[in-house]
């Protein structure tokens, strides 16, 4: 089974670009099949790892930012993959 970790974040006002940098430098623990970053306006960072897991196991997450990079609190989903389709 393929698993999805999809992790959220807002950074403070102005801070985007240190949210986006602070994401790119963490390591990711253990052997992802695959990790991405995306952000989006309003300076959002999403990152999305995937496993080869089962839907419970125990997988390393990211951390939530220190201090006050942030606008609100980070916000996590697990996903299961249903494989994909072309096009």
């Known amino acids: 089974m393929t698993v999805a970790l999809m992790w959220e974040a807002r950074a403070a006002e102005g801070r985007g670009e240190e949210l986006l940098a602070w ?9 992802p099949l695959a990790r991405e970053i995306l952000r989006a306006p309003g300076d959002r960072v ?7 897991a089962p839907y419970d196991a125990e ?29």
């Open 23 to 31: 994401v790119s430098e963490r390591p990711v623990a253990g052997s």
């Open 46 to 52: 999403l990152v999305i790892t995937w496993w080869d």
């Open 59 to 87: 997988l390393p997450e990211l951390p939530d930012p220190e201090g006050e990079l942030v606008a609100r609190p980070v916000h996590r989903w697990r996903f299961e993959s249903l494989g994909r389709t072309g096009g």
